[in-house]
């Protein structure tokens, strides 16, 4: 039997590595033949033209959005996941994501978000947020697993319910049909418009749930070690909280609710990282942008026709995982 | 007992007069007077044929403005869901349907032996010529009905040929989550008339059908015919503000049509042609 080994210097540039020649290919796929040479000309300026428009305005800022909502829902796997000390905690499974869903489909079909567009993500910070403060209530801290996931399943699917009736009530008559959309998630032709609603709050999200690596790894020892060291848990705990719901509401709102990235990324990487939860939030970040910029490449590359949803490549991925993670957990139970 | 008895005596009997005067003095009298429709395309080309005393039920769709040409008019009668049980106290005596819509309520229908006229969905200007002489027929108002068509051809007014749109300008029909109808859909036969080349000739595209924003964008069209836009929001309606369809289109026309015009094919269709010919001379003459 090896020890676990520590391949952290590695892990972090491989992932950026990987991350930046994935971005690469997302701007390279798409209906539209855009040559590489134009491609490069387009995004270092150059003149206006169709080609340069497509790569500009419809395939940067959908880049840019799998790079940014990847990276929310890696980082705010791992921090949940960290802080809670269980490794199925994760904004889709414990029902943020939806709650998020909920709360920005109550502000987009009902013209709250016509009127002034910051009522998108706010919609969806302020669903995310209560999501949160439920889970917390009903299995906070040191809470077992199986309560953590009852809790999660109980959310989720009565936030899609509300979902589901809210979109039925909307005006618009295609509105009952887009529930595919806030429950499964897709980044088919959002432009920057949805960059500049989100990234601000995602990014105060990041430096948030980010900074909370050392306090996360003197948790591990147990809460009186961590305080006796010096961290006040309360405010680790309201920074975890607040910047999952900036971070998650905001991308839930322009992308819809993409599950399992938090779950898988964080589980695949903890080993690399010698179970050190401090130093898994930036590589579960960099992992996470990786895993939803791949899998946005493949649905455009899988679909013809309108585009499979997004959510349904990284379920299918996430949730044999998930089922995995739970039949490991009964086997350290018994 | 006994006086009841008398009355239904009587009626039969004057039931059966009745039926032999129907007969003796053929068509006229046998024309359907207690009409209902179930299609909002059958409404509408039944309310141009037929006094407004005949029609007992249009569909609740034919009251909406952006569905249909006659929504004022349909709202004189008992606008109906489509369902069998809303038809079978009314009694009709004619019931029009579509060819593809409220299936469960015309099996039934007809399996009580109404009277029921289905309706082919009209996909060309000759299609449309066809279901005003099937309704027309059907209503026994045949003389209406060519007058009708007569009025339709003059506005329509002949198609142009393939050599005078060889450099005709290239229209692009855009709906609602980036669909558009290609070859074969009445939408595209319109713009066609309408002396427009279509942009589903380069994509290929036949029927209804997914067009990604990028294949719009690279394809360039000169024109962009987009779906009447709902005041209240919905994903499907993002496409139309995206900045790059903004951004490639600034200097474009982008026209709306109605669609009352094309999502039946009526005489009304007719208002799409005249419409979409008038801004292609007005496209023309700027060259």
Excluded at chain 1, 305 to 311: F, S
Aim: positive net charge; aromatic residues 6%; glycine residues 10%.
């Amino acid at each position: 039997m090896t020890g676990p080994r520590n391949y952290a210097p590695i892990v972090v540039p491989a992932l950026a590595v990987l991350l930046i020649i994935s971005a690469g290919l997302s701007l390279l796929v798409g209906p539209a033949a855009v040559g590489f040479g134009e491609t490069v000309d387009a995004l270092l300026g150059g003149e206006i033209d169709t080609a340069s428009l497509i790569i500009r305005e419809v395939r940067l800022p959908r880049t840019i959005l799998g790079i940014t909502i990847g990276a929310t829902l890696g980082l705010c796997g791992a921090g949940f996941q960290g802080y809670l000390r269980n490794p199925l905690a994760e904004p889709g499974i414990v029902g943020i994501s939806s709650a998020a869903a909920f709360g920005a489909v109550c502000t987009f079909y009902f013209g709250l978000a016509n009127l002034f567009a910051l009522a998108l993500p706010l919609g969806g910070m302020a669903g995310a947020l209560l999501a949160i403060l439920l889970i917390r209530a009903l299995a906070g801290a040191g809470g077992s697993p199986l309560s953590l996931i009852l809790a999660g399943i109980a959310i989720t699917s009565f936030a899609s319910a509300l979902t589901s009736l809210a979109l039925n009530l909307a005006p618009n008559p295609f509105a009952a049909l887009e529930i595919v959309f806030w429950l499964l998630g897709s980044l088919a032709d959002r432009s920057f418009d949805h960059v500049w609603l989100s990234l601000p709050f995602m990014i105060i999200g990041w430096v948030m749930v980010g900074s909370l690596g050392r306090p996360l790894d003197a948790l591990t020892l147990g809460q009186e070690a961590a305080e006796t060291l010096g961290y006040n848990i309360r405010s680790v705990n309201r920074r975890l909280i607040i910047g999952t719901a900036l971070s998650v509401g905001a991308a839930t709102a322009v992308a819809g609710a993409i599950g399992f990235v938090g779950l898988v990324v964080p589980h695949l990487l903890r080993p690399l990282m010698g179970h050190r939860p401090g130093a898994l939030l930036l590589s579960s970040a960099l992992g996470g942008a990786l895993m939803v910029t791949l899998a946005d490449v493949a649905v455009r590359l899988l679909s013809n026709g309108p585009e499979i949803k997004l959510g349904v490549l990284t379920a299918l991925v996430g949730a044999p995982f998930f089922l995995m993670l739970i039949l490991q957990q009964r086997r350290g139970a018994a | 007992m006994r006086p009841r008895l008398i009355i239904r005596l009587f009626s039969v009997i004057a039931g059966c007069v009745l039926l032999t005067g129907a007969f003796a003095s053929g068509d006229a009298a046998a024309k359907p007077r207690r009409i209902v429709s179930l299609n909002v395309c059958t409404d509408q080309i039944l309310m141009m044929l037929v006094a407004p005393e005949r029609i007992l039920s249009v569909t609740y769709v034919a009251t909406d403005p952006r569905a249909s040409s006659l929504h004022e008019e349909a709202k004189r009668y008992y606008n109906n869901f489509g369902a069998a049980e809303e038809v079978l106290p009314l009694e009709p005596d004619l019931v029009l349907a579509g060819q593809y819509t409220t299936r469960a309520a015309v099996t039934l229908l007809k399996r009580l032996k109404y009277n029921v006229v289905e309706l082919p969905v009209a996909y060309t200007l000759d299609g449309i010529r066809r279901n005003v002489r099937i309704i027309a027929r059907a209503v026994s108002e045949e003389a209406r009905g060519e007058q009708i068509i007569r009025e339709f051809d003059a506005a329509v007014g002949q198609a142009t040929s393939p050599a005078e749109r060889a450099n005709a300008p290239v229209a692009a029909l855009y709906w609602a989550n980036s669909y558009s109808s290609g070859l074969g859909t009445l939408a595209d036969t319109v713009i066609q008339h309408a002396g427009f080349r279509s942009l589903s000739d380069s994509l290929g595209l036949k029927g209804a059908g997914y067009v990604p924003l990028e294949s719009l964008l690279s394809s360039r069209p000169d024109l962009l015919v987009v779906g009447m836009m709902r005041p209240s929001e919905a994903l499907a309606q993002q496409i139309f503000h995206h900045p790059a369809l903004r951004q490639a289109f600034a200097d474009h026309p982008r026209v709306t049509v109605p669609d009352r015009y094309w999502t039946c094919g009526t005489p009304f269709t007719a208002r799409a042609i005249t419409q979409l010919r008038a801004l292609r001379e007005e496209m023309e003459g700027r060259q």
